[in-house]
């Protein structure tokens, strides 16, 4: 695991040595990124990567044909901003710890103790509700052509997703009711589910939801109706196999895990390790929050910056439309005036003198006021200034900030994000 991130970044041709130095899984653990994220990151900047089967020939020393890196003539894709693990050595390393957060650490190590090893239940005596509720609605459901029992609709209560047969229901509920013995011992609490049909389990804030699966045997029937059932369309008939498949998934840590039965180990020996491996995923899951988190604020910054650069750089277009704006009104109010004063000069042409109460001496009146208003250079006006009012600045900065395309991290037009 890692202390935190920085940003790097590197020429086309820096990365393309890279890639082909270095296998993309091994790559990816020094950067804040995934294979198939830095795969489009190359694809997009046009960076050839080794083909399929390209790092096993050469582990043997079979001969290898490296892509040669052709230029290009957009100059915006020589350069690529990555995100860098700093801190820490990654999981991939030897003495790397188990886990980054220590509390997690320390619950990982008491699943080793031998007196944690979570016991199996050999009857149903006192089990959670979910567990009764799950068994009530089995046993009151039918089978499918599969031999797999399905749960009645009629019960009301969230139920543990099981799809057994009736040879192992009771080994699967003995199954979950030893895991959820076990979580509550340790503190956690059942609830259910956002749906109401499934209980989850908060295990350190995260929710956990548990299942139970039965594969089947196939073989090709005789015939397409056996003992008058009705078997599907490609004529086989299954029977139950005795194996089971537990399923544990959490949708916002986005965390799925399947454990088998396999012929050395039952489920019931491994409930420690599948416990073991939620608490690390759980882990993993604060980290990869915490390493978004950090990105997000490095992403913010960048854009900070970048839009009080362009905010700079487009002042002076905003002096410009002022000034022209502010022009074409100055020369309005000057065609205007002049106009005023040529009735000026006919009216007192026409009749010596102008008296202020008459008709055209009210509407001079009104012109002069009016001129005041619509003239820039009048002294109801301020001169023009350099500086942007703070109007100005904060819609400027909206512009700026609504032509940033964050996927480019450019202020391209926003078609192209």
Known sequence: MHDSIEQIVLSREELYELVWATPMRRLVAEFAISDVGLAKICKRHKIPRPTRGYWAKLQYGKSVHKHPLSSISDKSLQEIRLQKYVGTPTSLDADAPVAADTKIVALINAESDPSKKIPIATSLQAADPYIMATNVALLQGRADEFGRVYPSNKIDQPIFGVRVSSQSLRRAL?????????????????????DRKEPEVDILGIRFQFGLWEPVNQKKADKYYVAGVTYNRFGYEYSPSGRLELSIRAREANFYMRLRDTKINRLEDRLNYMLVQILKGVDQHFVATEIAKQKAEIQADRKTTAIDA????????????????????????????????????????????????????????????????????????????FSLTEGELSELRKKCAADWCDYREDFSLRKSC
């Open 174 to 194: 003995l199954l979950l009711h030893s895991i959820v013995r076990a979580l509550h011992k340790r503190g956690y609490s059942f609830g259910p589910g956002e």
């Open 310 to 385: 362009e905010v700079e750089r487009r002042k002076d277009g905003v002096r410009e439309t002022n000034l022209l704006r502010t022009a074409r009104k100055w020369r309005h109010a000057v065609r205007a005036r002049e106009f005023v004063e040529a009735v000026r000069s006919e009216a007192i042409h026409r009749n010596g003198a102008i008296n202020e109460e008459s008709e055209i001496g009210l509407w001079l009146g009104w012109a002069d006021d009016y001129l005041e208003k619509i003239d820039p250079l009048s002294e109801q006006h301020i001169l023009p200034q």
